[in-house]
């Protein structure tokens, strides 16, 4: 039977990497009957993390649907990679689900980077958060430390519906607000309630008033009553606690040990209960045009899909993941894809637990889920019923933050590597590449040196070659900064026709941005103007590779002045040649200058390493051009030259012990200090030396 609109639950599993993400979806599993132990991060049995990299480098890579039966709601969880360089799988996912378990490790400080880039993910996308303390087994665990640390960070909203008793290795008791019972879990991760001890009952009370206080903020309605009546009913407070965990007003925080089998069934109960089902409309866009439709997220809908992602794998091919945003999806069913117009057939319907597939006869609106070998049909594309076509808001995958230049190890693997990029283009939306004509260098970009190099390491293992990584080439530009003349005259004498030009130029510089300029300023019959676009031509074709490094030259004015002519041996060659000549000459005598493209960079740190971070910048010649704070960690905005952020990525984090991300973009060209400009040319030119000999 399909699972109603009603009764479905995306949940993503969130967090820092190695705070128990993958673990806690084995456990759901286990607690289930989908699974009969629980699998080991370290000998590559978990459940979500079945792919040989993942098993190899013992952490999440992807994003891995699973599913639960939670008396008779269904719990789609999907866990998602908490390192940083996956974000965008982080991203993704949230672009898709209802609700989120944020974990944090009992043994930490509560914050970290992925805590922070989860949070992120969750706000913009409106998703509501659930936090789960986990590794509550583990010595030296501090709860109590860990609430304030996240009230303090994301506010009072934050608010424990649970607390352990006997937090460490003696762990098997929590005391839950929402019962107000104690829960004693057994191995199998089932408990018995019982009465709240003595000891905690002031704790209880006052936790109970504060949670009803919070309740009754998030709806007038309810805040009035509780004024007039200082209580709420038990129905007033369940549906309060629920409408406020979907308005984002209240974020719960509950307990969990998956070693343990601590809080696993008693969380499943919980989003089960309160995690909000799919929303009830959905903002699109009628295809082809920029008019906003809502659509019902319902089952009696024409039928619409959003693909979140997409993995290539050997033996199956492309697996799809999508949300049925309306409609229901049944095996045999055609829809069209708004973006690519090819209709697609799917043979049958998916739901998963890793790697394994489970058959369904139907998907209704708000449900998630796979099909393979769809013909055209990658990430972000909508497919939909052909007589109700609409287009969903794409994903905002994130800027690439580190850039590589890549090129097979063996001649003729080239090509290879040219389909192994677009098909890893096409699975991950976050990892770039472009074929740079300018530099003559393949560049791949990304979020980090690990995701290069699981994406690169994908081409290696399908294609069967060697993918070696370089530093990229700087796309410098050339330019003058006086004005200054140029000649050359260009004679070939052989025993057959003879080719003879002679070219006069005057340059002068031009303001930036206002690129080539190329004028005829010829005076008499000296030259036949016919002559004249020969002579552009062949200054234009000296402008795509200029004289100091073979870079771009830009924002030159040039006028052809003067020159001279054969009455036989002049011909259209000639003067192309003669043209090259005389820019040469005079773009030598002009004071050439190098300018190297300016990034501007943010930088977003915890102030503990502002200093280290600055003085880092400035030994990369970079100008702070100022400084903020987000209120929980310091911003710094600066401008540093292409040159030098080659893998800037990796010396933030070993800088800030993990902590600092940046973003950039590019923002303009720079003059080369002349020391550098000159190491730059005299390297050209012992490279062309070198490839001559």
Avoid at 26 to 45: K, P, Y
Avoid at 561 to 576: M, R
Wanted: glycine share 8%; net charge negative; hydrophobic share 35%.
């Amino acid at each position: 039977m399909a699972t109603l609109t009603k009764d479905i639950r995306n949940i993503a599993l969130v967090g820092h990497s190695a705070t128990g993400k993958t673990l806690l979806a084995d456990a759901f599993l286990l607690n289930a009957g989908t699974i009969n132990r629980l699998g080991s991060v370290q000998e590559g049995t978990t459940t979500s993390d079945y792919s040989q990299e993942e098993i190899d480098r013992q952490i999440s890579l992807r994003a891995s649907l699973m599913h639960v039966d939670q008396n008779g709601v269904k719990l789609n969880l999907l866990d998602t990679p908490g390192y940083i360089d996956f974000s965008g799988e982080l991203i993704a996912v949230s672009h898709v689900v209802d609700a989120a378990v944020l974990t944090v490790d009992a043994t930490s400080n509560g914050i970290e980077v992925g805590t922070e880039l989860a949070w992120e993910a969750l706000e913009n996308n409106n998703v509501s958060p659930f936090f789960a303390v986990s590794m509550l087994d583990k010595e030296h665990t501090h709860f109590d430390e860990i609430i304030s640390t996240l009230q303090n960070r994301f506010g009072d909203h934050v608010f424990p519906i649970q607390f352990p008793i006997n937090e460490g290795p003696a762990l098997h008791s929590l005391v839950d607000i929402l019962k107000k019972k104690v829960l004693n879990f057994d191995a199998s991760g089932a408990y018995t309630e019982e009465d709240i001890p003595t000891e905690y009952q002031a704790r209880v009370d006052e936790l109970s008033e504060k949670l009803v206080e919070l309740v009754a903020e998030s709806d007038d309605v309810l805040l009035e009553k509780y004024f007039e009546e200082g209580e709420l009913s038990e129905e007033e407070l369940a549906k309060g606690l629920k409408d406020g965990i979907a308005s984002r007003t209240l974020y719960p925080l509950v307990c969990v040990s998956t070693m343990k089998n601590v809080g696993i069934s008693r969380l499943a109960e919980i989003l089960a209960d309160l995690a909000p089902a799919p929303a009830s409309e959905a903002k699109a866009l009628n295809a082809g045009t920029t008019d906003e439709v809502i659509r019902k997220v319902d089952a009696s809908e024409p039928t619409s899909l959003f693909i979140y992602k997409s993995v290539y794998e050997q033996h199956i091919g492309e697996t799809t993941f999508f949300k049925v945003m309306s409609g229901t999806l049944k095996p045999g069913q055609d829809l069209k894809n708004v973006q690519t117009n090819v209709t697609e057939r799917f043979g049958s319907v998916f739901t998963m637990n890793g790697k394994n597939r489970v058959e369904l006869d139907e998907l209704q609106a708000g449900d998630i889920g796979t099909a393979v070998k769809l013909k055209d049909t990658h990430t972000c594309n909508s497919l939909c019923d052909s007589k109700s076509m609409v287009e969903y808001d794409a994903i905002k995958f994130p800027n690439p933050i580190i850039r590589v230049a890549v090129e097979a190890s063996a001649k003729g693997d080239d090509e290879k590597i040219g389909v192994g990029l677009t098909q890893v283009r096409a699975e991950d939306p976050s990892f770039y590449y472009e074929v740079d004509p300018e530099l003559k260098q393949t560049i791949v970009s990304g979020q980090g040196e690990t995701h290069l190099d699981v994406c690169l390491k994908k081409i290696e293992d399908r294609y069967h070659i060697e993918v070696l990584q370089i530093e990229p080439k700087i796309p410098y530009r050339e330019t003058i900064r006086k004005a200054a003349k140029g000649h050359y005259r260009h004679k070939k004498q052989s025993g057959g026709a003879g080719q003879f030009g002679e070219v006069y130029l005057r340059i002068e510089p031009k303001p930036r941005g206002e690129g080539i300029e190329f004028k005829s300023e010829l005076v008499g019959m000296n030259v036949d103007r016919s002559f004249v676009p020969s002579v552009e031509k062949g200054v234009k074709q000296e402008t795509v590779e200029g004289p100091l490094t073979s870079s771009k030259v830009i924002d030159i004015k040039v006028a052809f002045y003067d020159g001279k002519q054969h009455p036989v041996d002049s011909k259209d060659i000639a003067f192309q040649i003669a043209g090259r000549g005389a820019f040469r000459e005079a773009f030598t005598a002009a004071d050439p200058i190098l300018l190297e493209p300016i990034y501007e960079i943010e930088i977003k740190i915890p102030e503990d390493y502002m200093g280290d971070v600055m003085g880092d910048v400035s030994s990369r010649r970079g100008k702070v051009l100022g400084m903020d704070s987000d209120g929980h960690n310091q911003m710094i905005k600066a401008s540093v030259p292409l040159a030098n952020l080659y893998k800037y990525a990796n010396t933030l984090r070993s800088i800030s012990q993990g902590r600092g991300q940046y973003r950039r973009k590019f923002s303009h060209y720079e003059y080369v200090p002349k020391e550098i400009q000159d190491k730059i040319v005299a390297e050209h030119q012992k490279e062309k030396e070198e490839a001559h000999s």
